[in-house]
């Protein structure tokens, strides 16, 4: 039996046998979310959970490019410069409601994480229970680029990741590749590109440990550009072990490695109060019991943000007018103080 419905054929829905597949299908805009797709998915989830003939759920994303690219920041940006905030965090709101439902789904969840899979991409795979990268996946938390921080959960998943591989990521908003993603335990297993069909295949008829396990081998190293964070983990565990942005970029200034002076110039480019917030909700999402407890934080950082005037030129400089020279306010990390970050956390 197939059903196939679909809200305004931006997301697919379809149930093969024991398979209920969703897919992302917006691939111009490497199938960036809208408020609508999250609901639409939201209320297929639910009815799924419920559902005894289905066995398994499976998420991808059409198109070449990657899975998903994250939320819609253009749907964000058009709310916040409307001066409706509360509009865009109800955006997020129900977003994050369908990454923790995800988290805990009661089935099998199997995420392919084919090419980009970015911010909101992150929330709705990174807390599957198979999350399949493939040859070219390109995993990250790009953020701090447009004044933000991650969320959707991401901040729980970087805070836990070894060596501070997770620290480094959301600070410079670099991509983590297929064997990187699984070292810092943002994915689970790799499954070369050309049994990808193969692998949609057997979940309409083997339980989901089953046809990943049969299918999975040893991801390459080094394959991109990116580089392989693992062998790089010498020099960026001791920097980005500490806990204030200033002392990561005066130890990245003192390793030799020209990696790190590379890094130091990149994380200067980013956002300075996002840069110094993000840090600060990765080393308190360490010390917090769940992840629901950390999607509750996010929340709270993502209100301030949104109203924050950095938000705003971020998306102007990466997105509108695509200048990729952002006037940021501060402008400098010294000015950033310690009572500006903790008021992001509050209620």
């Known amino acids: 039996m197939t059903d196939s419905s679909a809200a305004g054929d931006d997301v697919l829905f379809e149930v093969r046998g024991n398979l209920a597949h969703i897919t992302l299908n917006r691939p111009r805009a490497i199938n960036a979310l809208t408020h609508e797709m999250v609901t639409a998915i939201g209320q297929a989830l639910d009815a799924w959970a419920l559902d005894e003939s289905i066995s398994t759920v499976l998420l991808t994303g059409n198109g070449t490019r990657g ?55 992150i929330g709705l795979s990174g807390h599957a229970s ?80 089953e046809a990943v396990a049969a299918l999975r081998a040893e991801p390459p190293r080094g394959a991109r550009a990116s580089g392989d964070l693992a062998s790089d983990a010498s020099w960026i565990e001791p920097a980005f072990a ?51 407890a950390c999607f509750d934080q996010e929340l709270r950082i993502m209100a301030h943000a949104l109203a924050h005037p950095d938000f705003r030129e971020g998306v102007r400089a990466q997105v509108i007018d695509k200048d990729r020279t952002p006037r940021w306010a501060p402008a400098t990390f010294d000015e950033v103080s310690p009572s500006v970050v903790a008021s992001f956390f509050e209620a």
């Open 242 to 292: 500490h806990d204030t942005v200033g002392e990561i970029l005066d130890v990245l200034a003192a390793t030799p490695e020209s990696a790190a002076a590379e890094t130091a110039s990149l994380i200067r480019t980013k956002s300075p109060t996002a840069v110094a917030v993000t840090l600060e909700s990765l080393r308190r999402a360490r010390e917090l019991p769940s992840v629901e």
């Open 130 to 209: 198979h999350r399949v990268v493939t040859d070219d996946s390109a995993l990250g938390m790009p953020e701090v680029s447009i004044g933000l921080t991650p969320d959707v959960g991401g901040s729980w998943l970087l805070s836990r990741a070894p060596r501070e591989l997770g620290t480094y990521l959301a600070l410079t908003a670099r991509t983590a590749s297929a064997a990187d993603a699984i070292e810092l335990g943002l994915a689970d297993a790799f499954v070369p590109s050309d049994r990808l069909r193969s692998l949609v295949a057997s979940l309409e008829e083997l339980p989901a440990d």
């Open 67 to 121: 899975l998903c690219a994250g939320g819609d920041v253009t749907q964000l940006h058009a709310r916040v410069a409307d001066d409706d905030v509360s509009a865009a965090v109800g955006f997020l709101r129900d977003e994050y409601r369908v990454d923790k439902l995800i988290a805990r789904y009661p089935k099998p969840f199997v995420a392919i994480m084919n090419g980009f899979v970015l911010g909101g991409g």
